[in-house]
């Protein structure tokens, strides 16, 4: 096990996890993603990203399928709800929603899944009213910018969040400048969303493409997709979540976690993908 991300609430999980954005969407896949999950999971890789969102709410039911033979206190379980239903009006039936396709009582993590319109204040209240009642363990945000995450902690409550999920990966790198350090400095973990470049075509042929990136693969005996992977799973505080929807693919992904990327090589990839000089508004998917 290379690393593990810790959670401003003590708990620890490992730094890599599973998305499940696309899962649920063809019946005829449903065996293989649930096959993909537990195989993750066995390999421990526990904590399941969802949301509302995800096909509508079949991404939720293929992970519920697929954690049926584990014991609930061995999974970290994330959804997300839609900033048009975080608040006291639809809330907490969105959250009750998810529980119940995923067939559990308590999420560990709940998400508004980007800022809305919704005050922020009403969304942090309904959040600690779940708490209270057990719906879930603690919450946090996705695709929050600088200014959102200021805002936040300016609010009753707002240094509860768990969590910013925000896109992440070798060709996308706008969050080194300011961001990261923010949340690192308030003691809040990152989570990567599209870590190996997944809705980016264009991009993740570019990466392909790199005599940097093939160098780097090739020495190490590893897939272009292993090297993206150990790339974010090296910083600190930062777990990222790829959606693998084979067994194969997932047992790739976990072995990407023993790989060390050495100075000289880490000089090679910012060269080729550097972090952009200024700050930038934060990208998202
Ligand atoms: N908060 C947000 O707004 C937000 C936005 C986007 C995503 N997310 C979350 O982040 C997760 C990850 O992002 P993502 O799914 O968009 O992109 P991603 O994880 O970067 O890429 C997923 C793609 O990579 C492929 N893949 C996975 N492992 C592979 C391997 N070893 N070899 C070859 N191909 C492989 C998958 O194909 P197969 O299915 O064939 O394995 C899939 O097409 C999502 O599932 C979701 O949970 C959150």
């Not at 049926?68 to 639809?90: D, H, I, M, Q, W």
């Not at 090296?234 to 976690?257: F, T």
Request: hydrophobic share 35%; with cysteine.
């Amino acid at each position: 096990m290379k690393q593990t991300i810790t959670f401003p609430n003590g708990r620890k999980v490992l730094n890599l996890g599973q998305g499940t954005w696309g899962m649920g969407e063809e019946e005829s896949r449903r065996r293989n993603e649930v096959e993909a999950l537990r195989t993750g999971i066995d390999n421990g890789l526990t904590l399941i990203d969802s949301a509302e969102m995800y096909a509508e709410g079949n991404a939720e039911r293929v992970a519920g399928e697929a954690i049926t033979p584990y014991n609930r206190e061995e999974l970290f379980l994330v959804s997300k709800v839609y900033p048009t239903n975080a608040g006291e009006k639809r809330m907490f039936e969105s959250c009750e929603n998810s529980l119940k396709r995923l067939g559990v009582n308590e999420l560990d993590l709940y998400l508004l899944h980007w800022p809305g319109n919704i005050a922020l204040q009403e969304t942090i209240d309904c959040f600690e009213e779940l708490k209270q009642q057990g719906k879930i363990r603690d919450w946090g945000v996705s695709n929050f910018d600088l200014e959102d995450m200021q805002e936040l902690l300016s609010l009753r409550n707002g240094e509860n969040c768990q969590t910013n999920q925000v896109l992440y990966h070798l060709a996308s790198r706008g969050i080194e400048v300011v961001l990261y350090d923010y949340l690192r400095a308030n003691n809040i973990p990152v989570m990567a969303y599209c870590p190996i470049i997944g809705q980016e075509p264009d991009l993740k042929e570019k990466v392909y493409e790199s005599p940097a990136v093939n160098q780097i693969a090739k020495h190490h005996n590893i897939s272009v997709i292993q090297l993206l992977l150990a790339f974010v799973t090296q910083y600190e505080q930062m777990i990222a979540i790829p959606k693998a929807g084979s067994k194969d693919h997932v047992i790739q992904n976990r072995q990407a976690l023993n790989i060390e990327l050495t100075n000289d090589e880490m000089a090679m990839l910012n060269e080729a993908f550097p972090a952009p000089e200024k700050r930038i508004p934060l990208r998202v998917q």
